[in-house]
């Protein structure tokens, strides 16, 4: 999965979108300046390819709050912390609000034909982690379960497929891993009973996805959690049962350079575990992968990530028009 500069296609990137080890771009805030255009700018990449090709998938980070890449012309978020803060007082209520906010940030961009946003953010907000903060449920890790398994429902109800993010959680490191490789010091049981639960619990909920931290637990194994075959293959496959697509953080990211150039990277997160890796604000790198990296032929992999692919697709101009979505706009705004 890659990234494109800005608000239309160039040819170059058209040609990268051809090449077949490409199975998606995800969309940042510069890829945005209207509905229309966005829309538009999806339909290019979609017509890059044949129609016997794969089709690609299209992703962005629209979790509300600080992380929504696409602001005017779709409704304001309010961070998910609210959410939680609402938990405390009234669990049916903000339950129901959280599959309300899922419904509607996941509606709003299949009506552009996005196919995913990489949410919800399953970290649990310890106080530590500042680049966390209010972008997780709650401080309690079945509290941040609760409230996820109700927004992952909207989502699903809207044609979204729910990525969980960052295995196997980012809430007790203080560094940002945009710009440093966080180390965290834990046994693997102090994890497994606090950072893992939100995890295992939406696992048995069937969540689709999964996103995997730059994270080093060196008292746990010698790699960072998405290059490390201990935590994608024993600990999320085997131990917690999941049968969905993991996808690697940004490989771009300061904290993936410890494994040495872009394509060893990408080759060490697919041999891993990753089924997709994300190679995002470097253009010379996303061409040096794919003129260097093997390709693979998994298809249970490529069954993994067909599943992603966007449902129930809706007309934008119609949404103001749906009672369902103007209820929804109306309790995000107004309840939280």
């Known amino acids: 999965m890659l990234d494109v500069a800005g608000l239309e296609l160039t040819e170059v990137e058209r040609e990268r979108l051809r090449h077949p080890l490409v199975g998606g771009v995800i969309l940042f ?49 309010p961070p998910v ?58 401080s309690d890790p ?31 490191v203080a560094p940002d891993s945009h710009e440093e490789l966080p180390i965290d010091d834990r046994e693997y049981e102090d994890v497994h009973l606090l950072d893992l639960v939100p995890f295992e619990r939406m696992i048995h909920f069937g969540l689709p996805a999964v996103m995997a931290a730059h994270i080093l637990f060196p008292k ?49 997160a697919l041999a891993a575990g990753c089924d997709m890796v994300l190679v995002c604000n470097d253009p010379g790198a996303v061409d040096q992968v794919l003129d260097q990296l093997a390709p693979a032929n998994d298809p249970v992999s490529h069954l993994r990530l067909a599943r992603l692919h966007g449902r129930h697709l809706v007309e934008r101009t119609r949404l103001a028009l749906n009672d369902e979505y103007r209820q929804a706009v109306h309790m995000v705004l107004n309840t939280v």
Request: net charge negative; charged share 25%; aromatic share 8%.
């Open 220 to 268: 746990i194994d010698r790699l960072a959690v998405g290059f490390s075959p201990f935590w994608l293959k024993e600990v999320l496959r085997k131990r917690l049962g999941f049968q969905g697509a993991i996808f690697s953080d940004d490989l771009s990211m300061k904290g993936a350079a410890i494994m040495g150039s872009m394509p060893e990277r990408a080759q060490a």
């Open 29 to 77: 805030s510069r890829n945005y300046a209207t509905p229309e255009q966005v829309e538009a700018l999806i339909r290019e990449i979609h017509a890059v390819r044949g129609t016997d090709d794969p089709k690609l998938l299209v992703a962005v980070d629209q979790e509300g709050g600080r992380v929504q890449r696409f602001q005017e012309g779709f409704t304001s978020l």
């Open 142 to 172: 079945e509290a941040v379960a609760d409230l996820a398994h109700s927004y992952m429902n909207g989502m699903a109800r809207a044609g979204m497929a729910a990525t969980g993010k960052h295995f196997p959680g980012h809430g007790s």
């Open 81 to 138: 912390r609210n959410l939680g803060e609402l938990y405390d007082e009234n669990r049916k209520r903000a339950k129901r609000l959280a599959e309300a906010s899922g419904w509607l940030m996941a509606t709003e961009l299949r009506a552009i034909d996005v196919d995913i946003s990489f949410a919800p953010v399953l970290d649990i907000d310890l106080g530590v982690s500042a680049v966390i903060g209010d972008r997780a449920f709650h």
